[in-house]
Structure formats: structure tokens, C-alpha cells
């Protein structure tokens, strides 16, 4: 494995760790000597990950949980604490984003959104923290989104709860500002993930665009005209990380290509 293991014996957990851009945040602290539990709803893809990582000499766990259920974090957290000691480092990816018109009345989708995104952050955070207070050291970072610093039409719910994470983020950032612990929001754009190019086909299957044109459209709010690599987070995800970024706190790291200034 690569990385100069400046995170070596450090126990980090990740919500949403199997793919995507958890999967990328997975792998780099890895590769900088972290033990890292995986956490996510499906047992096999989180294995897959673990499988691999392990077979160059890596530390993992893997747990399913749903975040937005407290007892299910709780218990997710106590099983990774017991293998891995304390959680040190947190990184909160679990998410979900759907579409819907605001005028569509939904209690269902709005609420679980919220449960999840938001929810969802704040329960890990509550699992988390009693080790980091204890242990006089923590680094948290919440992968929130553009979303939760701007508005995008059809997606209210998930605004809302990004709006809520980067909140919640600056509250408990101030909260423990003393105590050795950060705790930042890094907020990408639309980001090459399976998340994203399902949406971008749910665009193309209703409006009958070329896929490649759905995906178009997604990227024309970027100066670059490109769409995020999920490496390209779980860089700025690492950074936070590292020794030398203590004084960076209650921060929304924005990672869009200069969509928003």
C-alpha cells in the first residue's frame, strides 16, 4: 500500500464506505496506516472492498447499519469500537438523494431524507464522540454537498437536510473547539459516482435525452464542465485528517470546480 501511514493505529470509521466516494475515503486512509471500519447497508459490497484491502496488508471491519436509526448506529459502533478500540476519525457519507417537485406531497420521502442525511449525521456524531472526548483527540468530517450551501430545484428535501448537516457541523465544531477535535462538512458537486449517473438516467429515461446529455446538463453549473472525481473528496476529506490542520474547524470545504465562490 502506498502513504506515508501519518494516520498508522488510527481508528477511522466511514458511513457509506462500500462504493462511490466512500469507497475513495476508504482506500486513502488506508493507505496512510488507518484501521478503518466500513459501514453500509449491503454486507457484500462493503466485503468486496475489505477483501481487497486486506490482501495488501490493511486493517478492516465491516458492519451493515442504517444510520437512520439510532440503535442500529449504536450497535454498528460498539461492534467496530470492540475490534479497533476507540473511534478516532469519522467520516460521515452515508446519504440518499431523490427528486421530487415540491409541490408533490411526499411526508415519506421528506422524512426519510431527512432521516438519513441528517439524522443520520447526528446519531454517528453522538456514537462517536464520547471516544474522542475521552481519548483527547478527534477528527470529524461530514460529507454534506453543494446542496447544503445553495439551493437546486426539484430536491428540497435534500437541501434541507445538507442545509442541516453544514449546521449541524458549525454548532459541534464550536462545541468542542477545545478539546482537540475538529470537525468540518466538505461539500462536493455533482461527483462521478453511481448515484449520480442513476439520476442522470432517470433524467434521460423521462425526457428522452442521450444519456451523455443528461450528464451534460449536470455539469454546466461547473466552470470546469466536468464532473468530480471521488478521489478528488476523499483527498480534501484526508487533508482534514492529517497532522497540521488543527486549526481548521466549523468549515464547509467546497470541491465543484469553482461552482460556488
Known sequence: MNGNGALQGRHALVTGG??????????????????????????????????????????????????????SVDAAFAAARTLF???????????????????????????????INLSGTYFCMQAALPDMLQGGFGRI???????????????????????????LTRAVAREVATRNITVNAVCPGYTDTD?????????????????????????KSNPQGRLIQPDEVANAVGWLCMPGSESVTGQSIVVAGGELM
Open 85 to 115: 478500540g476507540p473511534i478516532e476519525i469519522l467520516i460521515n457519507n452515508a446519504g440518499q438523494a431523490i427528486s421530487s417537485p415540491i409541490t408533490k406531497r411526499d411526508d415519506a420521502l421528506w422524512e426519510r431524507l431527512l432521516a
Open 18 to 71: 462500500g462504493r462511490g466516494i466512500g469507497a475513495s475515503i476508504v482506500r486513502l486512509l488506508v493507505s496512510r496506516g488507518a484501521r478503518v471500519s466500513l459501514l453500509g447497508r449491503t454486507a457484500a459490497t462493503l466485503e468486496a472492498l475489505a477483501v481487497e484491502l486486506r490482501s495488501s496488508g490493511a486493517q478492516t471491519f465491516c458492519a451493515t447499519a442504517d444510520v437512520s436509526k439510532r440503535e
Open 195 to 219: 448515484l449520480v449517473r442513476d439520476a442522470a438516467a432517470k433524467i434521460s429515461a423521462v425526457t428522452g435525452r442521450k444519456l451523455e446529455d443528461a450528464l451534460q446538463a449536470m455539469t
Open 141 to 167: 468530517i461530514n460529507i454534506a454537498s453543494t446542496a447544503g450551501l445553495t439551493g437546486y430545484p426539484y430536491v428540497a428535501a435534500y437541501c434541507a437536510a445538507k442545509h442541516g448537516v453544514v449546521g
